[in-house]
């Protein structure tokens, strides 16, 4: 399904990056908070992502933090994260000119990197006890303050809470320390009960194996994906090569002993099936095995909630590529009864990261599934767009809106398709312009099918001098214009069907010579070709495409 022969819709992976749903290849990465660094040279950028990706709960606290150290009759550092939180494009010139009078305008390099350091220490103490991680490492650093100053009972009890803690989340390294640390505070004593035990057996050894087996694990995943980086999208005889070498040194190992060690096993396996095997049903099967093993185990599945619900989203997301669509349908399903019923308290970030994935994955299977979407369908994905927007970036309502534009497309409900690309147009995003110039094109495909001639002339014109203006259009770009272009201009319909067989050849012969970034993939205009020259619904011939690419 990879190019211009198949749809390209957008899905939002939970891992932190836009791909293509037909090649699970990445579009355009998406900046991760833990990307983020204070010393980044693209501080004033990241210090405005960071910003923008807050929760309100989050920004509050911040600023809450940030009025502990005031000095003098202004808060500086809040005035300038409110005037950074208030701008949707980053823009400098703007701050300056506007807060002129602040003193933080004349150091402003110094006050922005303050003002990164404040968040992130500030956002350290707000999630430390939403944070089971961070509340176990809390506990470890305790215990180790305790031991040093003697108190020898209370660095006990604090390490046995943190092996218990640590345990529970599966952080082998937290639980090696800790099971050393209790060792030391042993050494204290003359206790001489573990003397006769084979030391292979003991606590601190065992915690240490487990350990070393999710970090060998963790290793050969990160060679494989490494492997899939330089030949993923052409693997050939080096690509085999090396991924078969990667899964000699674990079976040289020997079987994975942890549960999350098992679990990257099967990612690994996964990876390979998908990128190098070219097989997205056996890859999908090991996905699936994946998810079984979370299932099994409830309380790996708490601690590990947002690795699992990414999990079903990408899984989802495959099955519907496979074809498996009643596979998908079940996951899908999942994902909708854990944002309704959550097991516990989610967070306002959580629910809308579920949001997300569950408006991206609607929308794949919607169009890849043989059953006509209805308008009850749509209605339900737009208001849960509509909850979740606030919380989004823009770089995720592009994609969002473009999904339920296309869909009101093919369902024929032009006016709301019109209102919901329109919005799309609206949203300022430089990372996203792929989305921009789809949403263009689908405007323009409607405004002809209503025969609305002078206004595709218009919108074509006014493309072509905006484009000018950035990049020039791409090889299936210049396509879909003239295309649209000569139709607007012949009135004879044997002409207009050979214009737009023409065009759909065209189109299909570029998937042979690469497959990748190619906007016209983004809504299949040459399945919206052939379904004119066909005269059938365009979701008929789409679905057919699709089903057939697998």
Not at 42 to 64: C, F, G, P, W
Not at 148 to 156: F, H, N, Q
Request: aromatic residues 6%; glycine residues 4%.
């Amino acid at each position: 399904m990879n190019g211009v022969g198949s749809t390209a819709v957008f899905v939002v992976s939970c891992r932190g990056s836009i791909t293509n749903a037909s090649s699970g290849s990445p579009l355009h990465p998406l900046l991760k908070i833990s990307d983020i660094s204070p010393m980044s040279r693209q501080s004033s950028n990241d210090l405005h992502t960071l910003i923008r990706a807050l929760t309100q709960a989050e920004k509050r606290y911040v600023k809450l933090y940030l009025r502990r150290h005031v000095l003098g009759n202004e808060n500086q550092s809040e005035v300038l994260f409110d005037a950074i939180a208030a701008q949707e494009v980053y823009d400098e010139p703007s701050i300056r000119a506007r807060h002129a009078g602040s003193g933080f305008v004349k150091r402003l390099s110094e006050a922005k990197r303050e003002l990164m350091s404040s968040i992130l220490k500030a956002m350290r103490m707000f999630h430390a006890e939403a944070d089971r991680e961070r509340e176990a490492w809390s506990l470890y650093f305790d215990a180790d303050f305790l031991r040093d100053r003697g108190l020898r009972d209370l660095a006990i009890k604090k390490v046995e809470e943190t092996i218990n803690l640590g345990e529970s989340i599966n952080d082998h390294a937290l639980v090696a320390k800790a099971r050393q640390m209790r060792r030391r505070i042993s050494e204290m004593d003359d206790d001489i009960s573990e003397i006769e035990e084979n030391p292979l057996e003991s606590p601190a050894v065992l915690a240490a194996s487990a350990l070393k087996d999710h970090v060998f694990y963790e290793t050969l995943s990160r060679r494989m994906r490494s492997v899939v980086a330089r030949y993923g999208q052409t693997p050939g005889p080096e690509a085999k090569r090396l991924a078969e070498l990667i899964l000699s040194h674990a079976t040289s190992y020997g079987e994975p002993r942890t549960i999350d060690s098992r679990v990257v096993w099967l990612r690994i396996l996964s990876i390979k099936s998908f990128y190098i095997d070219a097989d997205i049903n056996t890859s999908v099967n090991y996905d699936l095995e994946r998810l079984r093993l979370f299932e099994r185990d409830p309380r790996f599945k708490k601690e590990r909630f947002n690795a699992y619900t990414a999990l079903l989203h990408s899984t989802a997301v495959r099955l519907i590529s496979a074809h498996r669509l009643s596979e998908s349908r079940e996951l899908i399903a999942v994902l909708h009864e854990l944002r309704s019923n959550p097991p516990f308290r989610m967070t306002p970030y959580d629910r809308t990261s579920l949001g997300e994935s569950i408006l991206t994955v609607e929308a794949l299977y919607h169009l890849n599934s043989p059953d006509k979407v209805t308008e009850a369908n749509i209605a339900e994905l737009e208001t849960l767009y509509d909850e979740v927007e606030p919380a989004m970036s823009s770089s995720l309502r592009l994609p969002n809106l473009f999904n339920l534009g296309f869909l009101r497309t093919l369902r024929g409900d032009y006016k709301d398709a019109l209102r919901l690309l329109n919005r799309c147009l609206e949203v300022r995003d430089t990372q996203r312009r792929d989305a921009h110039y789809a949403a263009r094109m689908l405007r323009i495909i409607i405004h002809h099918t209503l025969d609305h001639t002078s206004v595709v002339e218009s919108l074509i014109r006014s493309d072509r001098r905006a484009r000018a203006k950035t990049e020039p259009l791409r090889e299936d770009e210049e396509i879909f214009y003239s295309t649209l272009s000569r139709l607007s201009t012949s009135p004879n319909p044997p002409r207009r069907r050979a214009i737009l067989r023409e065009a759909a050849d065209k189109l299909d012969a570029l998937t042979g010579r690469s497959g990748q970034g190619y906007t016209t993939a983004l809504f299949d205009f040459a399945s919206w070709c052939r379904s004119v020259v066909e005269r059938r619904p365009w979701c008929d011939v789409l679905s057919e495409r699709l089903a057939s690419s697998v």
